[in-house]
C-alpha cells in the first residue's frame, strides 16, 4: 500500500510541475507577445504595466503549482533534509508571492485611481 502511496505522489507531483511549466510558459509567451506589440506602437507606460501585470500573474500561478508539487513530494514519509528543504523552497516562494502581489496591488490601485482594494 504504502509503495502505491509513494507511486501516486509521484505522479501527482509530476503532472503539478509540468502544470507549473506551461503556466509560466504561457505566461512567458504573452508576456514576449505584448512586448512585441508594444515595439510596434508607440509604448506607454500603461501598455508596459498591463504586460508586466499579466506576466506577474502567471508567475504567481506557477509559483503556487511548483510549491504544491514540493509539497506532495514530501507527503510520504519525508526525512528532515525534504522537510527543509521544503520549507526554504516554501518560504522564498511565499516571498516572492508576496512582493508580486503586493506589487499587482499597488499598480491595480494606480490604475483605478486610488480605489478601495480589488476583491
Do not use: C, N
Not at 505522479?11 to 506589440?37: D, F, K, N, P
Not at 506532495?72 to 526554504?88: E, K, L, M, N, Y
Not at 508580486?100 to 494606480?110: G, N, P, T, V
Amino acid at each position: 500500500m504504502e509503495e502505491a502511496l509513494h507511486l501516486v505522489a509521484l505522479y501527482l507531483a509530476l503532472v503539478l510541475e509540468a502544470l507549473a511549466l506551461v503556466t509560466i510558459a504561457i505566461g512567458a509567451v504573452e508576456a514576449a507577445a505584448g512586448i512585441v506589440r508594444a515595439l510596434a506602437r508607440e509604448r506607454t507606460e500603461a501598455a508596459t504595466r498591463a504586460i508586466w501585470l499579466g506576466f506577474a500573474h502567471w508567475l504567481i500561478a506557477g509559483l503556487t503549482f511548483q510549491l504544491a508539487a514540493d509539497i506532495v513530494h514530501t507527503t510520504v514519509a519525508p526525512s528532515w533534509d525534504d522537510i527543509g528543504r521544503v520549507a526554504a523552497i516554501a518560504a522564498i516562494r511565499t516571498f516572492l508571492t508576496y512582493f508580486l502581489d503586493r506589487d499587482i496591488e499597488a499598480e491595480y490601485r494606480r490604475e483605478r485611481g486610488g480605489d478601495a482594494k480589488r476583491t
